[in-house]
Structure formats: C-alpha cells, structure tokens
C-alpha cells in the first residue's frame, strides 16, 4: 500500500499541472469552468490520497504520548 501511496502523490503532483485546460472554454453543469471543476475534483482526490497516507504512513509510536502543555506525559 506504501508503495501506491507514494505513486498516486507522483501522479497527482503530475496532473496537478493542468495545461490542457488553459484554453477551453468548456462549462460542467452549465456555469462553472472546466478548469475549476478539475481542479475541484482534484482536491477531493488529493484529500482521499492524503487520508491514505496519514493511515499508512502515520508512526504509531507518535498515538501513544500525549505531552500535556508543560511536558509531562499523560498515559
């Protein structure tokens, strides 16, 4: 799953250059750019690959301390 992870954010920093949008004069759902909605989908898109790379990526380790403001640990 890491390794997927990692392409989607290649792949995604990849499509995240929309230069055969510049020019078009296209309108999703009769009002709104086509440049706009791509790059409204791509969030939601991006916002899923990032869950998917805090779930799988997230240190364990980081869940089990929690330091209170004065630095005491607390279990």
């Not at 020019?23 to 869950?51: E, N, Q, R």
Request: contains cysteine.
């Amino acid at each position: 799953m890491r390794k997927l992870v990692i392409v989607l954010v290649v792949l995604l920093m990849i499509l995240h250059q929309d230069f055969w949008l510049w020019d078009s004069k296209t309108l999703v759902f009769g009002f709104m750019p086509i440049g706009l909605a791509y790059h409204a989908a791509y969030c939601l898109v991006t916002a899923f690959v990032g869950w998917l790379a805090v779930k799988y990526f997230w240190p364990h380790s980081v869940d089990d301390l929690l330091v209170v403001g004065n630095g005491e640990e607390r279990q």
